[in-house]
């Protein structure tokens, strides 16, 4: 058999699951016999998909379909605020009543336009509010009109969107659409190393050897073949300038893998 190490070695193109299914079908196709060289170099790929897994699951975080719940608490608690002050806004000769036209003027100007915004801008526009009603002392009116437990209702669903957005005691790391980029990046080179390794111990004509490292990179000639052979679409030059977040390698919907891959057990080198 003739085996075409350039086409092995080659970094590969990844989506963030792609790249994560294709590192670990090659830690379970690894060779028993594995020397140190090939065990440090395999390591390298193990803790490459640990680290796309790991921008990845911070990436979801941000995703509107998994904020849905934070921000339908968000949306009701100062929906409340409003509402209750919308009731004693009604009093005409009633200082209650002025006191909640004030509160309503200076809290909702354009009344819950703001929950009709991106999760960020709302959270912004919360944090606005909640630091006025402290740094403008209008907390004490405020709970005069509306239930004291509900601005705390508010404070909290605050709380747990800004750590949905992570703004709160967990943040994001920043740039994070670069970061998966960059793990995707690594992840290649990673794989790319491995294959370079194997082949050391493959001797030309010595039939061992040669099926060993096809065993072993079985799972690579699979993902290539999937994306079709020499038609560039699975390629990357890692010496290539890191183009903006949203260009490159990175493709987060591959329609051929469940989404589980983000929690999918990595396994150990051994």
Avoid: C
């Amino acid at each position: 058999m003739t085996i075409d190490f350039p086409e092995f070695i080659r970094p590969p193109r990844l989506s963030t699951d792609g790249g994560i299914l294709l590192g670990i079908r090659l830690l379970k196709s690894k060779p028993a016999d594995l020397d140190d060289n090939e065990k440090r170099a395999l390591r390298g790929v193990r803790a490459a998909v640990l680290e796309t897994q790991r921008v990845g699951k911070a990436r979801a975080r941000l995703r509107p379909e998994n904020l849905q719940d934070e921000d339908e608490r968000f949306d009701e608690r100062w929906g409340a605020v409003y509402t209750q002050l919308g009731g004693w806004a009604r009093l005409e000769n009633d200082p209650r009543g002025e006191q909640a036209r004030r509160l309503l003027a200076s809290l909702f100007p354009d009344g819950l336009m703001f929950l009709t915004r991106s999760y960020g801008d709302e959270w912004v526009q919360s944090q606005e509010r909640l630091q006025r009603i402290e740094e403008e002392g209008l907390e004490e009116s405020l709970v005069s009109l509306v239930h004291p437990d509900l601005l705390r209702e508010v404070r909290k669903a605050h709380d747990a969107l800004g750590e949905g957005l992570g703004v709160g005691d967990e943040p994001l790391p920043p740039l994070e659409s670069r970061a998966m980029l960059d793990a995707l990046r690594t992840l290649s080179l990673a794989i790319s190393d491995y294959a370079r390794v194997l082949a050391g111990r493959v001797e030309r004509g010595d039939a061992d050897s040669e099926r060993r490292y096809l065993q072993a990179m079985a799972p690579l000639e699979l993902f290539r073949a999937s994306r079709g052979r020499g038609s560039g679409e699975d390629e990357v030059d890692p010496s290539a300038p890191v183009p903006p977040a949203d260009d490159g390698p990175v493709v987060d919907d591959d329609p051929d893998v469940d989404p589980p891959v983000l929690d999918e057990p990595v396994p150990p080198v051994g």
